[in-house]
Every structure is written in structure tokens, then in C-alpha cells.
T-cell receptor, first 112, second 114 residues
Framework: GQQLNQSPQSMFIQEGEDVSMNCTSS?????WLWYKQDPGEGPVLLIA?????ELTSNGRLTAQFGITRKDSFLNISASIPSDVGIYFC????????????FGTGTRLTVIP | NAGVMQNPRHLVRRRGQEARLRCSPM?????VYWYRQLPEEGLKFMVY????????ESGMPKERFSAEFPKEGPSILRIQQVVRGDSAAYFC????????????FGSGTQLSVL
């Protein structure tokens, strides 16, 4: 079956450091979405990517749609304590599908 | 401009009881999705509905689970005769249209089965 693997599984970083995480798929995706989930809350959409090679920023967050269309990367610059949470990549389960398939998540802890 | 509203936030049921989870989509959204999340795991798709129609229920367990999105009122996820394994966070999401992959999620309902 389809798999979306995220790495690393968890990260502990010092406030102010930059963060990089990635997501790899067993199949080609036409859309990549990055979500953040705070404890006890639902995922919140951070960035949407629609084209191979696309690089999109949202404040201190930058995400890239990999050229192979089988991976995506999320970078967070100058981390702050409120960046703590779980970051999920997601994409439509198949072309034209609305329901999203979620990755395994990267849990980020920022040490003040 | 309210987002996706789910209630209750927390629901405790004893084995064998029924659980009803409610979801009101964002204003202007007519597509609703239900996801389940077990501790330390990602979200797993359950069902996708439009008003009065189930579009895709490929992620729904075959028994005890049902979902509806009536013409008036919220979408309901119903779990009959709950078992301990049903304990999870259930999230509802909505989108504007069929071709819109951007889903907006509610805060979820945490179901605990005793």
C-alpha cells in the first residue's frame, strides 16, 4: 500500500536554530500539503505545493515540492517555542481524490 | 468567521454504548471528511461526504460505524456498541469543493471507551 514516511520521527532543538524535515512517498504525488498539529487540536494547514520543484514560503516556514514528485521538504528558520508540535505531510490518496493521506509525522520540541 | 466546529470535545462511553460525534463545516464548505487518529500516529481517512451523499467510505470499518451529512444540520459520525479499540481522536475536516485538496480541520472529539 501507499506509504508516506517522514524523517526524522522526532527532533529536539534549541530555540533560534533552523529545522529541516522531509517526507518521502512510495508513489508520485501531484500535491503536497504540510500541516502542524498542536496537542489536543486538529491539524492546521501551513503550506500547499502544486508543482514539482516549487518552493513556497509562509513566514519562517519554507517548503519544497521535490523534482521526483516523490518527496517534499519543510524548513523552519529561527525556531521559537510555539513551533512545538507535530508536523505532518499529506497528499491526495490518488489523482483527483479529495481525501488526504497523511505521513507518520515529525514531533518537534524546542528548548527555550 | 467560524472554522470547523466539532462537539463534544471529549466523550466517555462504556463498552456497548453508542457514540455520536457532530461536525459543522466551515461556512461555504459543502464537503466533509472524517479522520481517526490513534495516539502517536497520523490521521487515517474514514469517510468523505457531501450534503446527503456518501462519496467515499473506503476507510470506514464495515460494522458499527456510520456517517451522515443531512441537508440541514451537522454531519454525524455514529459508532454503535463501542469497544475499547474505538478509543481515539476523531477529526472532521471540510473543503469548499470537490477539486479542492485543502482541508480545514476541527479540534476533534476525543472518545474514551471504558
Amino acid at each position: 500500500g501507499q506509504q508516506l514516511n517522514q524523517s526524522p520521527q522526532s527532533m529536539f532543538i534549541q530555540e533560534g536554530e533552523d529545522v529541516s524535515m522531509n517526507c518521502t512517498s512510495s508513489s508520485i504525488f501531484n500535491t503536497w500539503l504540510w500541516y502542524k498539529q498542536d496537542p489536543g487540536e486538529g491539524p492546521v494547514l501551513l503550506i500547499a505545493l502544486y508543482k514539482a520543484g516549487e518552493l513556497t514560503s509562509n513566514g519562517r516556514l519554507t517548503a519544497q515540492f521535490g523534482i521526483t514528485r516523490k518527496d517534499s521538504f519543510l524548513n523552519i528558520s529561527a525556531s521559537i517555542p510555539s513551533d512545538v508540535g507535530i508536523y505532518f505531510c499529506a497528499g491526495p490518496e490518488m489523482a483527483g481524490a479529495n481525501n488526504l493521506f497523511f505521513g507518520t509525522g515529525t514531533r518537534l520540541t524546542v528548548i527555550p | 468567521n467560524a472554522g470547523v466546529m466539532q462537539n463534544p470535545r471529549h466523550l466517555v462511553r462504556r463498552r456497548g454504548q453508542e457514540a455520536r460525534l457532530r461536525c459543522s463545516p466551515m461556512k461555504g464548505h459543502s464537503h466533509v471528511y472524517w479522520y481517526r487518529q490513534l495516539p502517536e500516529e497520523g490521521l487515517k481517512f474514514m469517510v468523505y461526504l457531501q450534503k446527503e451523499n456518501i462519496i467515499d467510505e473506503s476507510g470506514m470499518p464495515k460494522e458499527r460505524f456510520s456517517a451522515e451529512f443531512p441537508k440541514e444540520g451537522p454531519s454525524i459520525l455514529r459508532i454503535q456498541q463501542v469497544v475499547r479499540g474505538d478509543s481515539a481522536a476523531y477529526f472532521c475536516a471540510s473543503s469548499r469543493g470537490r477539486a479542492d485538496e485543502k482541508l480545514f480541520f476541527g479540534s476533534g472529539t476525543q472518545l474514551s471507551v471504558l
